[in-house]
Each structure stands twice: as C-alpha cells, then as structure tokens.
C-alpha cells in the first residue's frame, strides 16, 4: 500500500522561508513523479511543481518560478518542497502527491506576523 | 497547460436522487501511447485531503461505493452518484494527471 506522511503545521513570519517533508513508502520511489499542490482556504487546487526522483529532473509552475525549490532524496524515499518570501497569500494546505493519484495528507503553513 | 472546467459550482440533490458532474478539458487527456484518458474524480470534505474516488475516467478506487461512476473520453467526463447519500455531502473535483497536474475549480453537493 502507499503511503505518503508529511511534516507537521508550520507558522511562519512574512518573508520567511518553509520546507515541507514528504516521506514514502509502499513502492519504488523512483517509479513515479512527485508533485506538489497547493490549496489555499476555501479554494481549489493549484499545482506547484513536480520531481522526477530518477534522474532529480525539475518542473516549476510559472507562479511559483523562483521561490519553489523541489527535491527528492533516494536514501531515504522521501521528498521536499521549499517555499521562500512567505506571504500572507502562501496561507495554505500543500500536498505531496505521487503519480498524479496518491496525496499525502497536506501541511498547513500559516504566514501571519 | 490544459485547463480543466468543471459545472455546475453547485448543485442541490435530494437523498436516493442522482447527482451528475460535468468536466470538461480545454485538450484532450487521451493518449494513444496507452489508450487511456488520464482523468480522475476526487471528493473532499472539510477539514480532509482529497479522496480519490475515480482514475482512468471511469475505474472506481478500491473501497469506493458503486453508486459513484465514471465516464466520458477525450475531452468530456461525468461523475454519477446514482443514489445520493448524506455521506455524499461534499467538494467534488476532477483532475487531469498528464504532467502536469491541473484541476476542475470543484462542484459543492448539498442535499
């Protein structure tokens, strides 16, 4: 079964910078793309980027360009999403989600002074 | 990227009524490579991360219940709840999983 377990809530002050963990298991880490997501209160879903764990291979959506670091570390399946110049707008749940299908159970960052 | 849109916003259905959900993509999501419509179906409820109902367009997630289905090709998809239950409440979306992810702006089902 897979499994995806993400780091806990976060706080953070305007202009700070939040790293978020998303640990697997169930499969082969490197079988799927890892993609994160954002949905801010009340609202849909918005996609923020993906990792090819096999190669390290990168896609940022244009929104998130420049603020967004993706990674996957291979030794010990987990992935990471890095956000930098919080603002009150990141105020969100952000998932982790494997090949398109599978979603952790998101992380709430609060940006608030 | 393609660009989901979903309808209607919201919709009122009585309990044992059908509920239908439509999802429309701006390009079509079927591949040829493998002949299948990379499309699914997720319901949420608050305070919960999505629950994958359909993939594929029309194959039902293990555990879910058989009053949800799935159809539609290429660019048109509808999600049916044949029998609405009080469980069924929720924000219902559709997703594209092509890379890369995008999604419908969400169907709310009230009773």
């Known amino acids: 079964e897979v499994q995806l377990v993400q780091s806990g809530a976060e706080v953070k002050k305007p202009g700070a910078t939040v790293k978020i963990s998303c640990k697997v298991s169930?499969?082969?880490?490197?079988?799927?793309?890892i993609h994160w997501v954002q949905q801010a209160p009340g609202k849909g879903f918005e996609w923020m980027g993906l990792?090819?764990?096999?190669?390290?291979?990168?896609r940022y959506a244009e929104r998130f360009q420049g603020r967004v670091t993706i990674t996957a570390d291979t030794s010990t399946d987990t992935a990471y999403m890095e956000l930098s110049s919080l603002r009150s707008e990141d105020t969100a749940v952000y998932y982790c989600?494997?090949?398109?299908?599978?979603w952790g159970q998101g992380t709430l960052v609060t940006v608030s002074s | 990227d393609i660009v989901m849109t979903q309808s209607p916003d919201s919709l009122a259905v009585s309990l044992g009524e059908r509920a239908t959900i439509n999802c429309k993509s701006s390009?079509?999501?079927?591949?040829?490579?493998?002949?299948?419509?990379?499309l699914a179906w997720y319901q949420q409820k608050p305070g919960q991360p999505p629950r994958l109902l359909i993939y594929?367009?029309?194959t039902r997630e293990s555990g879910v219940p058989d009053r949800f289905s799935g159809s539609g090709s290429g660019t048109d998809f509808t999600l049916t709840i044949s029998s609405l239950q009080a469980e069924d409440v929720a924000v219902y979306y559709c997703?594209?999983?092509?890379?890369?992810?995008?999604f419908g702006g969400g169907t709310k089902v009230e009773i």
């Open positions: 390009q079509s999501v079927l591949y040829s490579s493998n002949n299948k419509n990379y």
């Open positions: 990792v090819d764990p096999e190669d390290g291979k990168i």
């Open positions: 997703q594209q999983y092509y890379r890369p992810l995008t």
């Open positions: 169930g499969y082969s880490f490197i079988d799927y793309y």
């Open positions: 594929w367009a029309s």
């Open positions: 989600v494997i090949g398109g299908l599978h």
